[in-house]
């Protein structure tokens, strides 16, 4: 947690100076000299990723330790997203709905002589938050957040022995699967947002958010494939950094 909260007292830091280079610059959305327009009592956002959502897993630590014993394998800790969102401004007060899905798998394996082991991993979020401007002057939000979610995580494991493979005999694998294996649990969520000030009555801008999320308790893996014996439960810790395109329409 302290390498996070040095990455938000660094994001503040940024904002600030960020500021003071305006006044010596000209933005794409301003004429020099202008008056900026009274903000706006509400408005709406509607948040696009096709890509640049990333996530440090810190969590899942029991089936890691697991996975480690038995294969000599980890999952990937980074995963990156893409999302869609919508949020609400009154005043100085947001509020926001978000889901993240991964752009693409997360794959660890090794391979041998002997065969191979392949570890495959997907990740999905999706939370509402309701966050206060904790900075608010004529360029730029800054945004402090909470909320409530959900993290979910999908794992495949297979292995193969290495010997060949005959087409005329297609039933006949030369490996092995596990259950398609899920986890899906509850999430607290803290974090800051950077949203610059909308100037016109439709906008579109940049959104980046920095931020932490917890699990609520520590849910048991579970499958959809086979009745799991023996199973464990696991906790979700996961610091995230969201980096989107945001359409405003001022009201």
């Given at each position: ?19 003071a ?5 000209i ?9 900026f327009?009274v ?74 002589s ?5 570890i ?20 730029h939000?800054i945004?402090?957040?909470?909320g ?16 060949s ?31 610059p000030r909308?100037?016109r ?24 494939d ?9 906790r ?9 395109v ?6």
């Open positions: 947690m302290t390498g996070f909260l040095k990455c938000l007292v660094f994001l503040l830091a940024l904002s600030f100076f960020q500021e280079a305006h006044a010596q610059t933005d794409l959305d301003e004429e020099e000299g202008m008056d327009p903000l706006s009592e509400r408005s709406t956002y509607y948040y696009i990723t096709p890509m640049g959502t990333f996530g440090l897993q810190l969590g899942h630590q029991a089936m890691q330790r697991r996975l480690d014993n038995s294969f000599g394998l980890k999952m990937n800790r980074f995963t990156d997203y893409s999302g869609l969102g919508i949020g609400w401004r009154r005043n100085l007060m947001f509020y926001n709905f978000n889901f993240y899905f991964p752009a693409f798998a997360s794959v660890n394996f090794d391979r041998s002997s065969g191979s082991t392949i495959e991993s997907r990740d999905f979020f999706g939370d509402f938050s309701i966050g206060r401007a904790i900075v608010a002057n004529d360029h939000f945004i402090l957040r909470a409530l979610g959900v993290v979910g995580r999908e794992l495949s494991i297979t292995q193969y022995d290495g010997s493979f005959d087409f005329n005999n297609f039933r006949a694998g030369n490996g092995q699967a596990w259950p398609r294996l899920e986890h899906i649990s509850g999430t607290l969520d803290l974090g800051l947002e950077y949203l909308a100037l009555a439709v906008s579109a801008m940049e959104s980046i958010q920095l931020g932490y999320k917890t699990g609520i308790g520590s849910p048991r893996w579970r499958s959809s086979a009745t799991l014996v023996n199973s464990f439960g696991d979700v810790s996961l610091i995230y950094l969201k980096a989107a945001v359409i405003s329409r001022e009201r």
